[in-house]
């Protein structure tokens, strides 16, 4: 099954994690799709701040993601970093303009909390040039 007669079409965002070596030299068609542009600016520097945050809190020996070229940066946390940046960017105009309040919660009573409305209607007007994404290129 690893002829030039065979095409994949691989579903899974992270097919750079998988072992293709048996497909490589037989002239299979393997078409995938991925979530992270590892050549764009952005994504490298993010993946530079990561690997100094890396070196700084855990101790461990600095490893440059920014310029390994067997780098693989998997869908999920890339997602993740999207999603926590994205919130943190709606929080933030949030407390621009509205005054950020803590207020204890309840699981018993079904009182919502007054900014999340708003929090909802910011983390919507969150653009592209706004947050600096590492997916969906």
């Known amino acids: 099954m690893n002829e030039y007669k065979y095409h994949y079409l691989f579903t ?4 750079e994690t998988y072992d293709l070596e048996d497909f490589k030299y037989n002239f299979v ?3 995938s799709f991925r979530l992270v ?3 764009d600016v952005g994504v490298k520097q ?3 701040d990561i690997g100094l945050y890396s070196h700084h809190i855990f101790k461990k020996p600095y490893l440059n993601l920014h310029f390994t070229k067997s780098t693989v940066l998997e869908s ?3 997602l993740m970093f999207d999603s926590v940046y994205v919130f943190a960017i709606g929080l933030q105009t ?10 204890n919660i309840s699981c018993e009573d079904e009182n919502s909390w007054d900014g999340g409305l ?3 209607n910011y983390l919507n007007a969150v653009s592209s040039t706004t947050k600096q994404e590492i997916t969906f290129y």
Do not use: C, G, R
């Open 12 to 15: 899974s965002f992270d097919l």
């Open 29 to 31: 068609n393997i078409t």
């Open 37 to 39: 542009d590892t050549a």
């Open 46 to 48: 993010i993946l530079k």
């Open 76 to 78: 999920e946390p890339a």
């Open 94 to 103: 949030l407390e621009q303009s509205h005054s950020l309040t803590l207020s």
């Open 118 to 120: 708003s929090l909802i």
